[in-house]
């Protein structure tokens, strides 16, 4: 496991735009697979997409394709997923995650399951108004 922090969040407009930050302190593995997945009221968590921190490859779910981008930062440790064009849907609590295990992070059928992420960060809530 590792420590997750997270940063940014808040209230936009629609159409506008906003930036996550998920800060990795303790990091000492090379490879991580870190995800980003979100939770609306009353829903289910829902995955965003994801980043492999040895090759930089990303992977979104369609409806934030093209919209949003996942960034790793070596030097500072952190991912970010830059969010823009943001719509009212994209209300929820966001939540950064990371597989510290080579069973989990060398495939990519588990990306976008939550079961197979073992660090979670605190969550930062996002709103979009309409």
């Known amino acids: 496991q590792v420590q997750l922090v997270e940063s940014g969040g808040g209230l936009v407009q629609a159409g506008g735009s906003l930036r996550l930050s998920c800060a990795l302190p303790g990091r000492t593995n090379s490879d991580y697979r870190m995800g980003w997945f979100r939770q609306a009221p009353g829903k289910e968590r829902e995955f965003v997409g994801c980043i492999r921190w040895s090759t930089g490859s990303t992977f979104y779910v369609d409806s934030v394709k093209d919209r949003f981008t996942i960034s790793k930062d070596n030097a500072k440790n952190t991912v970010d997923l830059q969010m823009n064009r943001l719509k009212p849907e994209d209300t929820a609590v966001y939540y950064c995650?990371?597989?510290?295990?080579?069973?989990?992070?060398?495939?990519?059928?588990?990306?976008?399951?939550?079961?197979?992420?073992?660090?979670w960060g605190q969550g930062t809530q996002v709103t979009v108004s309409s």
């Open positions: 995650a990371a597989q510290t295990s080579p069973s989990a992070y060398f495939f990519t059928s588990a990306r976008g399951n939550a079961y197979k992420y073992d660090s």
